[in-house]
Structure formats: structure tokens, C-alpha cells
């Protein structure tokens, strides 16, 4: 896990600059490739293969690499490439990409096991070749000056920021995050500046950009015995030369990795959970339980209120784009307490083995809709009758999105445009032969598992030399796993996620709690402990940032919510796009 930065051109100061801004993400060792047509950085959190030949870039004749991430496959690769005769200089991940794309160019991404953002550099093409993971657990962000025929990329935003004469926002993007306290496109929320999607290969090559869609998930595999695939496809993610840790609550997703973790690391690890003052803390307690049972160290990492006032201003810094998630600042205390390199965390579970309530709604809602009830039941509630003419999985994907929770949004902000179903675009198309509810599940994880749960795991976490690894949204447990007939993965009459629990229950029998998520006491905070405070920043004697906000009905919905307490998540999502637009002087 590293910071990489790179330019079309010759500019050492600026590659220092860069680097200085992505230095967080890789503090043991930094490196600076030099030509006239490219100029490389590379910051290193070192994980595999910690000798100082594996720092980057690394150069093998015409070609030149920095990446950022793990592959996890490295070795089976390795031995592959042996048997071609290929000769390696390290131990490291890094080698064997440079050598497998040697060997089989393009092609060579498609058999990485990994999260990664790759950026290699070709002077006998004269060409830059970047690419990013297929699920987008690692970020990288490009931004092409055609005018001046300049080309910069980096892992962060703010490292690109360096080279722009603006910070325009990008107003298309900024309304997503209006709609869905996350931007969803391809777009950054600053203008002209891009994500590359995941999954996707760009090439710049005299002043031109190339784009490809190249990594494709493959759901045609036929698991036969998927308690066995499942470990192992977590065991293969435990690949490390430093401590590893994870974050342990007291849910299925965290404890049935630190059951297979326990299981299969010789040396006892920590764990890590997070409490809350004023909170009942089910969470805490429970993973205390599990983790003392084994004999492994539980660290408790404390939240207050007090956190929440002191460390915002300085996550919406380092999230780069707004994300209106509370749990942020849980992250981010936690992020700062945690000693070790690897963090490993449930994030994904829910997603793939329906961890929700509203899974079982879109399962009915979807099949009566095909029986045509609408015109035999009346509904108590009218969102789920207009819910009952949806033919497709982008309506009930939008019918159960953030966007559900709000009302009224043009009173609040001056640019909202409301997301119809017809205007969403999605990186990884629908298959129309699976059923409804497993699309939703497919677009979740492409919208707000990307750009909210992935992008506050790395970008929280990396700005403390901390690298989250995500087993349940290892490509491999999308492709086997989220595609199940609905009827195994939907429990009626039991708690969520039926199928995962029924694989592993000698595993997961010691589990007392019940799906509740971070047991926070956020929204009684935002009431009381922290009203002033939401009040105070919501003003424009704080940041004026009328040109977004109506801050006349702003702050009459705050004095409302002091009384009756609705909508808590609006009012996060207000706070954070305030102080966005003031650390970022927009």
C-alpha cells in the first residue's frame, strides 16, 4: 500500500510537492523516477518483501513501475513466470506484475488477485499504462491539461490540486452527492479531474487518452463445495511480511474472519473495536467476548462527541469528496489507534449475503410486482404501492438508496437536481437474466460500497500508514457468491444473512448480537451534546456557501431537529458539505 504520483514531463520540485501530499500513504521509504517524457513518485508502506530492492519505482529495461496495493497471487505467479525462464531481483508483488506484464502485456491484469492502482510506464512506446482494480479498493485520479499537452496523476485528489489554477466544482458530480451523500460518477467533484473507474485501462500517448474497459467479472463458476472456497479466498488475503490486526464488532462479517484468521496465523493478532461514550456499546462488549475467549488482545478505541467536533474538519480534508457518513469519525479515531500495517474489516459482507432488511423488501416487492398484485392489494404504506410498478433493478436500486431519506432537497440546496432512474450509468452493467434483488445488490456495491465505505477505508486509514483489507469484496466472493438464488440467501422467519450463517454455524455460534451496525449514539449527540455545534457551522458566519446552500431553510430545519430529532443523516450530510466548501474554499 503506497501514495503514486506521475507527469508527462520534467519536474523534480513538483514530484517533491506531490509526494509530500500522499506521504501519509507510504512512510518507510519514497522514490523518484526522472526522463523527459515522464516523471514518477512513489511513497511505500512496506508489506511484502521489506528489503530496500523492493522500494519503487522499479525500472526493468523500457519499462518502469509504481503500484499501489497487494496481489495477493504473487507467488503462484512468480513460480509461473520461473517456469518461463523469468528472473527476479526481489521477493515482491511489484516484480512480478512488471515481469507478468512484460510477459503478456494487457492481459497481464487479468490474472491479478489484488487490490491495486498500477501506473507503468513504457519509454520505448513512449506510453503510460494505468489501471485500477475491478472492485475499487484502491483509489487513482487523473487530470489531462489537452491545452498545454499535460497529463498528471495521483492516489489523491489534492496532489493533482497542485498543478490546477482552480477549484472549480464540478456541479454534475456535486449533485450526486446532494441526491446520495456520495458522488457515484467518473467524475470528481472538482472539475476536470477523473477517477479512473474500476476495472478500467487508460493509456496516454502523445497527448491522446485511451480507455478500456478491461476487467470484467465472470459469474458463469460453479462453486461445489462454497464453505471451503469462501476460506479460501480469505486465507489467501492474510498474505503479509508485517503484524497483521482487524476490526472486530460483534457481527457475522468480523467474526467469521477473525474465526478463519485465528485459524490460520500461527502468531496471535489484535483486535480492534469501537465503543462510544453514552452508548449501549452491544458492539464492543460482544467482540471483547469473542476475542478474550481465544485468548487474543482486544484493544477498545473510545468515540465521544467531542470527536465528532474536533476531528471533521480534518476527515473532510482527507476524504477529498464529500461523504456524508457519520462513521467516519469512528474511523478515523480508530485509524489513529491502531499499530499495526494490515487492518482486515467485514465491509462487504452485508452486501453479498443480504445483511439488510431492505434485501427481503426488494425480494417481495419484486416478485409481486411480476404477479401484477397492485391490482388486488392496497398497501398501508404508498411507497411500497408505487413501489409494486418497478420492472426494473435501477427503480428499487433508487426507491432504497440515500436519496429515500430526504424530502424537499431543493430547499436546501441551491444546485439539487433530483437522480432519475433513466440518468443513473453504472460501471459494471446488470445482467437482465439474474434477478432483481441480486442487481440491487451488484449496484450497491458499485455506488455506495465504492464511493463511501471503500473511499473512507483507504483514504482514512492509508492517511495513517494503515492498509484495510476487505475479504468480502474479494472479486473472486463477488463473482461466486452474489449471484446465489435469492431463495438461499432471503430468511423469513430467522435473522439476515441465512446462507453465510448456515455454512459456518459451528463457527458463528458463539455470536450473540444481533445486525444492528455501529451502535452509535449519533443522533442523540446531533439533539443535544452536539447542536450548538451543528448550529454554529451551518451559518454563513462559518463559510458562506449560499451559491449551494439555502441557509434561511437550513436553519429552520435545525431548530426543528433540536425539537423532534428528524432526519439526522440530512443534517450530517449538510455539515459536511459546509465544511467542504470551506476547506476547499469553493
Not at 401484477?372 to 427503480?395: A, G, H, Q, V, W
Not at 483507504?458 to 466472493?477: A, S
Not at 446462507?499 to 444481533?514: C, G, Q
Not at 451551518?538 to 433540536?562: A, C, H, P, R, S
Request: net charge positive; glycine share 4%; hydrophobic share 35%.
Amino acid at each position: 500500500m503506497c501514495g503514486i504520483n506521475g507527469f508527462n514531463f520534467l519536474d523534480k520540485n513538483k514530484i517533491q510537492k506531490m509526494m509530500t501530499l500522499t506521504e501519509n500513504r507510504g512512510p518507510d521509504a519514497k522514490g523518484i523516477f526522472e526522463s523527459e517524457n515522464m516523471t514518477l513518485g512513489h511513497n511505500r508502506l512496506s508489506i511484502i518483501d521489506l528489503s530496500t530492492a523492493a522500494n519503487q519505482p522499479l525500472t526493468d529495461d523500457n519499462l518502469t513501475i509504481i503500484f499501489n496495493g497487494e496481489i495477493y497471487n504473487y507467488k503462484s505467479l512468480r513460480e509461473k513466470l520461473l517456469l518461463k525462464g523469468v528472473n527476479f531481483k526481489t521477493n515482491s508483488d511489484t516484480e512480478v506484475i512488471i515481469k507478468l506484464f512484460k510477459e503478456y502485456g494487457d492481459d497481464s491484469f487479468k490474472m491479478l488477485s489484488g487490490i491495486f492502482a498500477i501506473a507503468i510506464w513504457d519509454s520505448k512506446k513512449n506510453e503510460l499504462v494505468l489501471i485500477r482494480d475491478i472492485v475499487g479498493v484502491k483509489p487513482l485520479y487523473y487530470y489531462h491539461n489537452t491545452n498545454e499537452k499535460k497529463f498528471y496523476f495521483s492516489s489523491l485528489i489534492k496532489s493533482i490540486l497542485v498543478s490546477k489554477k482552480d477549484n472549480e466544482v464540478n456541479n454534475k458530480a456535486l449533485n450526486y452527492y446532494l441526491n446520495f451523500w456520495h458522488n457515484d460518477l467518473s467524475e470528481t467533484t472538482f472539475k476536470d479531474i477523473y477517477k479512473v473507474q474500476p476495472g478500467e485501462l487508460i493509456k496516454f500517448k502523445e497527448n491522446k487518452l485511451y480507455k478500456k474497459k478491461l476487467l470484467k467479472f465472470d459469474f458463469s463458476r460453479k462453486i461445489l463445495n462454497p464453505k471451503n472456497e469462501i476460506k479460501r479466498i480469505f486465507e489467501k488475503q492474510l498474505v503479509s511480511d508485517v503484524p497483521v490486526a482487524i476490526s472486530l464488532s460483534g457481527g457475522v462479517d468480523s467474526n467469521l474472519i477473525f474465526s478463519i484468521m485465528k485459524e490460520s496465523i500461527e502468531k496471535k493478532f489484535k483486535t480492534y473495536s469501537v465503543k462510544f461514550d453514552d452508548g449501549k456499546n452491544i458492539d464492543a462488549n460482544v467482540a471483547k467476548h469473542n476475542s478474550q475467549m481465544h485468548n487474543f488482545e482486544n484493544i477498545q478505541v473510545n468515540v465521544s462527541h467531542n470527536d465528532f467536533i474536533d476531528s471533521i474538519e480534518k476527515i473532510v480534508e482527507i476524504m477529498e469528496e464529500p461523504v456524508g457518513n457519520q462513521n467516519s469519525i469512528a474511523n478515523y479515531i480508530l485509524s489513529q489507534k491502531i499499530e499495526e500495517k494490515v487492518l482486515f474489516t467485514g465491509d462487504g459482507g452485508d452486501e453479498i449475503f443480504t445483511g439488510y432488511d431492505k434485501y427481503k423488501s426488494i425480494f417481495l416487492l419484486s416478485k409481486l410486482s411480476k404477479m401484477n398484485f397492485i391490482n388486488i392489494f392496497n398497501f398501508s404504506s404508498s411507497k411500497n404501492f408505487s413501489r409494486l410498478r418497478f420492472k426494473k433493478p435501477e427503480e428499487f436500486y433508487l426507491s432504497f438508496s440515500e436519496q429515500n431519506l430526504m424530502q424537499n432537497q431543493s430547499k436546501y440546496f441551491n444546485k439539487f437536481e433530483k437522480i432519475k432512474y433513466q440518468d443513473l450509468s453504472f460501471n459494471h452493467q446488470v445482467n437482465p437474466n439474474e434477478s432483481i434483488l441480486n442487481n440491487v445488490m451488484f449496484l450497491d456495491i458499485q455506488t455506495w460500497i465504492q464511493n463511501d465505505s471503500l473511499a473512507r477505508n483507504d483514504k482514512i486509514f492509508m492517511n495513517n500508514g494503515v492498509e484495510v483489507r476487505v475479504p468480502f469484496l474479494d472479486q473472486e466472493m463477488i463473482e461466486n457468491f452474489l449471484y446465489i438464488s435469492d431463495y438461499k440467501k432471503i430468511g423469513f422467519f430467522e435473522n439476515n444473512k441465512p446462507y453465510i450463517k448456515n455454512l459456518f454455524k459451528n463457527e458463528l455460534n458463539e455470536l450473540t448480537k444481533k445486525k444492528q451496525g455501529f451502535d452509535s449514539p449519533f443522533s442523540f449527540w446531533l439533539q443535544n451534546k452536539l447542536f450548538d455545534f451543528a448550529k454554529n457551522i451551518l451559518t454563513k458566519d462559518y463559510y458562506n456557501g449560499e451559491k449551494y446552500l439555502n441557509y434561511n431553510y437550513i436553519q429552520n430545519f435545525v431548530k426543528d431537529f433540536k425539537n423532534d430529532g428528524k432526519n439526522p443523516y440530512l443534517l450530517w450530510s449538510l455539515i459536511v458539505l459546509q465544511v467542504y466548501l470551506k476547506k476547499f474554499n469553493l
